[in-house]
Protein backbone atom coordinates (compact mmCIF):
# COMPACT_ATOMS: atom_id res chain seq x y z
CA UNK A 1 0.00 0.00 0.00
CA UNK A 2 3.36 2.29 0.60
CA UNK A 3 4.18 1.93 -3.02
CA UNK A 4 0.64 2.74 -4.60
CA UNK A 5 0.51 5.76 -2.42
CA UNK A 6 4.10 6.94 -3.01
CA UNK A 7 3.17 6.37 -7.00
CA UNK A 8 -0.61 8.25 -6.53
CA UNK A 9 1.04 11.15 -4.77
CA UNK A 10 4.11 11.52 -7.08
CA UNK A 11 1.31 11.86 -9.99
CA UNK A 12 -0.88 13.96 -7.78
CA UNK A 13 2.26 16.24 -7.70
CA UNK A 14 3.03 15.89 -11.20
CA UNK A 15 -0.36 17.37 -12.04
CA UNK A 16 -0.38 20.17 -9.81
CA UNK A 17 3.13 21.50 -11.29
CA UNK A 18 1.79 20.95 -15.10
CA UNK A 19 -1.00 22.79 -14.44
CA UNK A 20 0.81 25.63 -12.86
CA UNK A 21 2.87 25.73 -15.69
CA UNK A 22 -0.08 25.68 -17.94
CA UNK A 23 -1.30 29.03 -16.34
CA UNK A 24 -4.01 26.91 -14.12
CA UNK A 25 -5.84 29.32 -11.84
CA UNK A 26 -3.18 30.31 -8.41
CA UNK A 27 -4.20 30.06 -5.37
CA UNK A 28 -3.57 32.50 -2.37
CA UNK A 29 0.07 32.35 -1.21
CA UNK A 30 1.81 33.23 2.22
CA UNK A 31 5.27 33.72 3.27
CA UNK A 32 7.90 33.17 0.41
CA UNK A 33 5.00 32.51 -2.40
CA UNK A 34 4.22 29.30 -0.58
CA UNK A 35 0.66 28.60 -1.06
CA UNK A 36 -1.71 29.22 2.01
CA UNK A 37 -4.70 26.64 1.31
CA UNK A 38 -1.45 23.72 0.72
CA UNK A 39 -0.51 25.08 4.29
CA UNK A 40 -4.01 24.10 5.68
CA UNK A 41 -4.94 21.17 7.51
CA UNK A 42 -7.97 18.92 8.17
CA UNK A 43 -8.42 16.73 11.13
CA UNK A 44 -12.31 14.22 10.41
CA UNK A 45 -13.92 12.03 12.08
CA UNK A 46 -15.21 8.59 9.96
CA UNK A 47 -17.77 6.42 11.32
CA UNK A 48 -18.64 3.01 10.53
CA UNK A 49 -21.50 0.21 10.88
CA UNK A 50 -18.70 -2.09 11.75
CA UNK A 51 -17.15 -2.83 14.95
CA UNK A 52 -13.22 -1.09 14.87
CA UNK A 53 -10.77 -3.27 13.37
CA UNK A 54 -13.35 -6.03 12.00
CA UNK A 55 -11.70 -8.33 9.71
CA UNK A 56 -12.11 -7.03 6.14
CA UNK A 57 -14.82 -4.52 6.63
CA UNK A 58 -13.66 -2.67 9.39
CA UNK A 59 -9.95 -2.64 8.44
CA UNK A 60 -10.75 -1.00 5.06
CA UNK A 61 -11.66 2.48 6.64
CA UNK A 62 -8.57 2.31 8.57
CA UNK A 63 -6.53 1.15 5.49
CA UNK A 64 -8.21 4.24 3.66
CA UNK A 65 -7.22 6.84 6.64
CA UNK A 66 -3.59 5.93 6.03
CA UNK A 67 -3.52 6.03 2.77
CA UNK A 68 -5.36 9.85 2.68
CA UNK A 69 -3.06 10.82 5.07
CA UNK A 70 -0.18 9.55 3.23
CA UNK A 71 -1.07 10.42 -0.22
CA UNK A 72 -1.57 14.47 1.03
CA UNK A 73 1.30 14.55 3.23
CA UNK A 74 0.20 15.08 6.39
CA UNK A 75 -2.50 17.59 5.05
CA UNK A 76 -5.70 15.32 6.52
CA UNK A 77 -5.95 13.29 9.29
CA UNK A 78 -8.80 10.79 9.64
CA UNK A 79 -9.90 8.97 12.75
CA UNK A 80 -12.09 6.19 12.26
CA UNK A 81 -14.68 5.22 15.03
CA UNK A 82 -16.27 1.48 14.89
CA UNK A 83 -19.93 1.16 15.07
CA UNK A 84 -20.97 2.32 18.49
CA UNK A 85 -18.23 4.97 19.42
CA UNK A 86 -18.96 7.82 17.99
CA UNK A 87 -22.98 6.65 16.54
CA UNK A 88 -24.47 3.84 16.25
CA UNK A 89 -24.13 0.86 13.91
CA UNK A 90 -27.42 1.70 11.52
CA UNK A 91 -27.01 5.39 12.65
CA UNK A 92 -24.11 6.56 10.34
CA UNK A 93 -26.30 7.88 7.45
CA UNK A 94 -28.15 10.54 9.36
CA UNK A 95 -24.68 11.52 11.18
CA UNK A 96 -22.51 12.07 7.78
CA UNK A 97 -25.74 13.98 6.34
CA UNK A 98 -26.04 15.76 9.36
CA UNK A 99 -22.07 16.85 9.51
CA UNK A 100 -21.76 15.33 12.76
CA UNK A 101 -18.95 13.12 11.07
CA UNK A 102 -17.50 13.95 7.90
CA UNK A 103 -17.66 10.50 6.65
CA UNK A 104 -18.64 6.99 6.93
CA UNK A 105 -18.28 3.84 5.94
CA UNK A 106 -21.39 1.18 5.58
CA UNK A 107 -23.30 -0.42 2.71
CA UNK A 108 -26.44 0.80 1.18
CA UNK A 109 -28.87 -1.20 1.71
CA UNK A 110 -29.35 -0.81 5.45
CA UNK A 111 -31.16 3.33 4.39
CA UNK A 112 -34.18 1.14 2.89
CA UNK A 113 -36.10 3.29 4.91
CA UNK A 114 -34.74 6.60 3.93
CA UNK A 115 -34.21 6.20 0.42
CA UNK A 116 -35.39 2.43 -1.12
CA UNK A 117 -33.28 3.33 -4.53
CA UNK A 118 -30.25 2.91 -2.15
CA UNK A 119 -30.54 -0.62 -1.91
CA UNK A 120 -29.62 -1.16 -5.71
CA UNK A 121 -26.39 0.29 -4.63
CA UNK A 122 -25.58 -2.39 -2.07
CA UNK A 123 -26.73 -6.25 -3.30
CA UNK A 124 -29.17 -7.56 -5.79
CA UNK A 125 -30.23 -10.95 -5.23
CA UNK A 126 -29.63 -13.24 -8.05
CA UNK A 127 -27.73 -9.90 -9.50
CA UNK A 128 -24.21 -8.68 -10.47
CA UNK A 129 -20.80 -10.04 -8.82
CA UNK A 130 -18.82 -7.82 -7.32
CA UNK A 131 -16.80 -7.66 -11.02
CA UNK A 132 -19.55 -6.91 -12.33
CA UNK A 133 -21.08 -4.74 -9.60
CA UNK A 134 -18.01 -1.90 -9.37
CA UNK A 135 -17.45 -2.00 -13.32
CA UNK A 136 -21.31 -0.51 -13.57
CA UNK A 137 -20.78 1.60 -10.30
CA UNK A 138 -17.45 3.08 -12.24
CA UNK A 139 -18.36 2.45 -16.10
CA UNK A 140 -21.78 2.03 -16.72
CA UNK A 141 -23.13 5.23 -15.13
CA UNK A 142 -24.29 3.74 -11.64
CA UNK A 143 -21.94 5.91 -9.89
CA UNK A 144 -23.84 9.28 -11.56
CA UNK A 145 -26.92 8.23 -10.38
CA UNK A 146 -26.01 6.69 -6.74
CA UNK A 147 -24.72 10.21 -6.08
CA UNK A 148 -28.40 11.70 -7.59
CA UNK A 149 -29.77 9.29 -5.07
CA UNK A 150 -27.58 10.63 -2.17
CA UNK A 151 -27.70 14.19 -3.12
CA UNK A 152 -30.95 15.49 -1.28
CA UNK A 153 -29.61 14.17 2.05
CA UNK A 154 -26.31 16.14 1.61
CA UNK A 155 -23.85 13.18 0.65
CA UNK A 156 -21.83 11.73 -1.98
CA UNK A 157 -21.67 8.34 -2.51
CA UNK A 158 -18.46 5.81 -3.07
CA UNK A 159 -16.79 2.84 -4.04
CA UNK A 160 -15.90 1.19 -0.32
CA UNK A 161 -15.41 -2.32 -1.07
CA UNK A 162 -17.08 -5.37 -1.75
CA UNK A 163 -17.15 -8.74 -0.14
CA UNK A 164 -18.26 -10.78 -3.28
CA UNK A 165 -20.25 -13.70 -3.17
CA UNK A 166 -21.43 -14.33 0.08
CA UNK A 167 -22.47 -17.32 2.08
CA UNK A 168 -26.43 -18.12 2.14
CA UNK A 169 -26.26 -17.79 5.74
CA UNK A 170 -26.44 -19.81 9.23
CA UNK A 171 -29.69 -21.43 10.35
CA UNK A 172 -30.64 -23.91 13.22
CA UNK A 173 -32.90 -26.38 11.22
CA UNK A 174 -32.76 -27.55 7.72
CA UNK A 175 -34.03 -25.87 4.45
CA UNK A 176 -35.36 -27.83 1.59
CA UNK A 177 -38.23 -25.96 0.22
CA UNK A 178 -39.93 -22.34 0.58
CA UNK A 179 -41.97 -23.80 3.41
CA UNK A 180 -39.13 -23.69 6.11
CA UNK A 181 -38.85 -20.52 5.25
CA UNK A 182 -42.17 -20.11 7.10
CA UNK A 183 -42.12 -18.08 10.50
CA UNK A 184 -38.33 -18.17 10.41
CA UNK A 185 -36.43 -14.80 11.80
CA UNK A 186 -33.48 -14.66 10.02
CA UNK A 187 -30.92 -11.42 10.31
CA UNK A 188 -31.31 -10.56 6.60
CA UNK A 189 -31.06 -7.02 5.39
CA UNK A 190 -32.40 -5.07 2.26
CA UNK A 191 -33.61 -6.47 -0.63
CA UNK A 192 -32.53 -10.14 0.31
CA UNK A 193 -34.74 -9.47 3.39
CA UNK A 194 -37.57 -8.19 1.52
CA UNK A 195 -38.11 -12.05 -0.30
CA UNK A 196 -37.33 -13.69 3.05
CA UNK A 197 -40.59 -11.80 4.33
CA UNK A 198 -42.85 -12.47 0.83
CA UNK A 199 -42.27 -16.22 1.42
CA UNK A 200 -43.64 -15.86 4.81
CA UNK A 201 -40.61 -15.10 7.23
CA UNK A 202 -39.08 -12.43 9.06
CA UNK A 203 -36.57 -10.35 8.19
CA UNK A 204 -34.77 -8.60 10.73
CA UNK A 205 -32.02 -5.86 10.40
CA UNK A 206 -29.10 -6.54 13.10
CA UNK A 207 -25.73 -4.91 13.46
CA UNK A 208 -22.85 -7.25 13.69
CA UNK A 209 -22.49 -6.87 17.15
CA UNK A 210 -25.87 -8.28 18.21
CA UNK A 211 -26.33 -11.05 15.83
CA UNK A 212 -24.29 -13.69 18.19
CA UNK A 213 -26.47 -13.20 21.16
CA UNK A 214 -29.58 -12.88 19.15
CA UNK A 215 -29.26 -16.35 17.87
CA UNK A 216 -27.96 -17.85 21.27
CA UNK A 217 -31.18 -17.01 22.87
CA UNK A 218 -33.43 -17.82 20.04
CA UNK A 219 -34.28 -14.25 19.19
CA UNK A 220 -33.41 -15.20 15.43
CA UNK A 221 -33.41 -18.94 13.74
CA UNK A 222 -31.03 -17.91 11.52
CA UNK A 223 -28.54 -15.57 10.13
CA UNK A 224 -26.75 -14.07 7.04
CA UNK A 225 -24.15 -11.85 7.33
CA UNK A 226 -20.78 -11.96 5.00
CA UNK A 227 -19.14 -14.81 4.70
CA UNK A 228 -16.60 -17.42 5.90
CA UNK A 229 -14.01 -14.39 7.31
CA UNK A 230 -16.13 -13.01 9.28
CA UNK A 231 -18.46 -15.76 10.06
CA UNK A 232 -15.45 -17.35 11.69
CA UNK A 233 -14.53 -14.23 14.00
CA UNK A 234 -18.41 -13.65 15.51
CA UNK A 235 -18.39 -17.71 15.77
CA UNK A 236 -21.53 -18.69 14.23
CA UNK A 237 -20.25 -21.79 14.51
CA UNK A 238 -21.09 -22.15 17.98
CA UNK A 239 -24.56 -21.13 18.28
CA UNK A 240 -26.12 -22.46 14.62
CA UNK A 241 -26.39 -25.93 13.36
CA UNK A 242 -26.06 -25.59 9.23
CA UNK A 243 -23.89 -23.46 7.04
CA UNK A 244 -25.72 -22.72 3.79
CA UNK A 245 -24.61 -21.98 0.04
CA UNK A 246 -24.48 -19.65 -2.24
CA UNK A 247 -25.78 -16.27 -1.48
CA UNK A 248 -28.47 -15.95 -3.25
CA UNK A 249 -29.44 -12.62 -1.61
CA UNK A 250 -25.72 -11.11 -2.22
CA UNK A 251 -24.04 -11.76 -5.00
CA UNK A 252 -22.05 -8.38 -4.97
CA UNK A 253 -22.56 -6.91 -1.80
CA UNK A 254 -20.94 -3.35 -2.45
CA UNK A 255 -19.80 -1.22 0.62
CA UNK A 256 -19.83 2.46 0.26
CA UNK A 257 -17.96 5.02 2.00
CA UNK A 258 -20.70 8.76 2.09
CA UNK A 259 -19.11 11.67 3.10
CA UNK A 260 -21.08 14.94 4.10
CA UNK A 261 -21.78 17.07 0.30
CA UNK A 262 -21.11 20.63 1.84
CA UNK A 263 -18.07 19.50 3.63
CA UNK A 264 -16.26 17.63 0.89
CA UNK A 265 -16.94 20.09 -1.78
CA UNK A 266 -15.35 23.00 0.51
CA UNK A 267 -12.17 21.01 0.23
CA UNK A 268 -9.26 22.14 -2.16
CA UNK A 269 -9.76 20.30 -5.24
CA UNK A 270 -6.38 18.15 -4.87
CA UNK A 271 -7.37 16.84 -1.67
CA UNK A 272 -10.98 15.77 -3.13
CA UNK A 273 -9.23 13.73 -5.82
CA UNK A 274 -7.01 11.79 -3.17
CA UNK A 275 -9.95 11.48 -1.58
CA UNK A 276 -11.58 9.74 -4.64
CA UNK A 277 -8.59 8.18 -5.20
CA UNK A 278 -8.05 6.13 -1.91
CA UNK A 279 -11.67 5.53 -2.22
CA UNK A 280 -11.21 3.34 -5.47
CA UNK A 281 -8.16 1.79 -4.67
CA UNK A 282 -8.84 0.52 -1.00
CA UNK A 283 -12.09 -1.18 -2.81
CA UNK A 284 -10.15 -3.15 -4.56
CA UNK A 285 -8.02 -4.27 -2.03
CA UNK A 286 -11.25 -5.37 0.33
CA UNK A 287 -12.42 -7.17 -2.31
CA UNK A 288 -8.71 -9.19 -2.76
CA UNK A 289 -8.48 -9.56 1.15
CA UNK A 290 -12.18 -10.95 1.16
CA UNK A 291 -10.85 -13.70 -1.45
CA UNK A 292 -8.25 -14.97 -0.04
CA UNK A 293 -9.65 -15.10 4.18
CA UNK A 294 -12.64 -16.28 3.35
CA UNK A 295 -11.04 -19.53 1.37
CA UNK A 296 -8.68 -19.51 4.94
CA UNK A 297 -11.65 -19.04 6.85
CA UNK A 298 -13.94 -21.57 5.52
CA UNK A 299 -11.34 -24.40 5.56
CA UNK A 300 -10.83 -23.58 9.29
CA UNK A 301 -15.01 -23.62 9.97
CA UNK A 302 -14.92 -27.29 7.65
CA UNK A 303 -11.90 -28.55 9.62
CA UNK A 304 -11.47 -27.45 12.86
CA UNK A 305 -15.25 -26.53 13.64
CA UNK A 306 -16.79 -29.27 12.16
CA UNK A 307 -18.99 -27.22 10.41
CA UNK A 308 -22.60 -28.70 8.37
CA UNK A 309 -22.13 -27.19 4.90
CA UNK A 310 -25.05 -27.92 2.85
CA UNK A 311 -26.08 -26.48 -0.39
CA UNK A 312 -29.84 -24.91 -1.15
CA UNK A 313 -31.74 -27.63 -2.81
CA UNK A 314 -32.03 -26.22 -6.99
CA UNK A 315 -35.92 -26.31 -6.93
CA UNK A 316 -35.45 -23.42 -3.86
CA UNK A 317 -33.16 -21.59 -5.50
CA UNK A 318 -34.96 -21.56 -8.88
CA UNK A 319 -38.38 -20.24 -7.12
CA UNK A 320 -35.94 -17.51 -4.65
CA UNK A 321 -34.71 -16.32 -8.24
CA UNK A 322 -38.42 -16.19 -9.51
CA UNK A 323 -39.73 -14.28 -6.38
CA UNK A 324 -36.70 -11.67 -6.15
CA UNK A 325 -37.66 -10.38 -9.39
CA UNK A 326 -41.31 -10.00 -8.30
CA UNK A 327 -39.38 -7.47 -5.70
CA UNK A 328 -36.89 -5.67 -7.67
CA UNK A 329 -38.99 -5.11 -10.49
CA UNK A 330 -41.70 -3.42 -8.00
CA UNK A 331 -38.85 -1.27 -6.03
CA UNK A 332 -37.92 -0.10 -10.03
CA UNK A 333 -41.10 0.99 -10.10
CA UNK A 334 -41.95 2.91 -6.81
CA UNK A 335 -39.92 5.93 -8.15
CA UNK A 336 -38.70 7.91 -11.32
CA UNK A 337 -35.40 7.53 -10.21
CA UNK A 338 -35.79 3.58 -9.52
CA UNK A 339 -36.72 3.17 -13.00
CA UNK A 340 -33.94 4.85 -14.07
CA UNK A 341 -31.41 2.46 -12.03
CA UNK A 342 -32.91 -0.43 -12.70
CA UNK A 343 -33.37 0.02 -16.44
CA UNK A 344 -29.25 1.21 -16.27
CA UNK A 345 -28.98 -2.26 -14.25
CA UNK A 346 -30.43 -4.17 -16.47
CA UNK A 347 -28.69 -2.68 -19.31
CA UNK A 348 -25.62 -3.29 -18.47
CA UNK A 349 -26.52 -6.71 -16.90
CA UNK A 350 -27.72 -7.46 -20.55
CA UNK A 351 -24.63 -5.84 -21.98
CA UNK A 352 -21.65 -7.66 -20.65
CA UNK A 353 -23.53 -11.48 -20.27
CA UNK A 354 -23.02 -13.02 -23.47
CA UNK A 355 -19.46 -12.22 -22.91
CA UNK A 356 -19.47 -13.36 -19.22
CA UNK A 357 -21.08 -16.01 -20.95
CA UNK A 358 -17.60 -17.47 -22.95
CA UNK A 359 -15.10 -15.86 -20.99
CA UNK A 360 -15.29 -16.09 -17.08
CA UNK A 361 -17.93 -18.08 -16.46
CA UNK A 362 -16.83 -20.83 -19.78
CA UNK A 363 -13.60 -20.62 -18.06
CA UNK A 364 -14.71 -21.93 -14.56
CA UNK A 365 -16.18 -24.48 -15.84
CA UNK A 366 -13.81 -25.77 -17.78
CA UNK A 367 -11.32 -25.75 -14.85
CA UNK A 368 -13.57 -27.38 -12.88
CA UNK A 369 -13.91 -30.27 -15.38
CA UNK A 370 -10.21 -31.31 -15.41
CA UNK A 371 -9.95 -31.95 -11.40
Request: proline share 4%; net charge negative; charged share 20%.
Amino acid sequence: MKLKATILRTALVFCSVMLAACGGESEPTGVAGVSTQSQQTYEWKLVTTWPKNFPGLGETPERFAELVEEMSNGRMSIRVYGAGEIVPALEVFDAVSAGTAEMGHSAAYYWRGKAPEAQFFGAVPFGLNAEEMESWISFGGGQELWEEVYAPFNLVPMLGGNTGVQMGGWFNKEINSLEDFQGLTMRIPGLGGEVVERIGGVPVNLAAGDIYTSLQTGVIDATEFVGPQNDLALGFYDVADYYYFPGWHEAGSLQEFMLNKEIFEALPVDLQTIIRTAATAVSSTMADQFRVQNSYAFATLVEEHGVDVRQFPDDLTAELYNVSQEVINELGQSSEIAQRILASYRAFEAQIKDYQDISEEAYIRVRAQQR
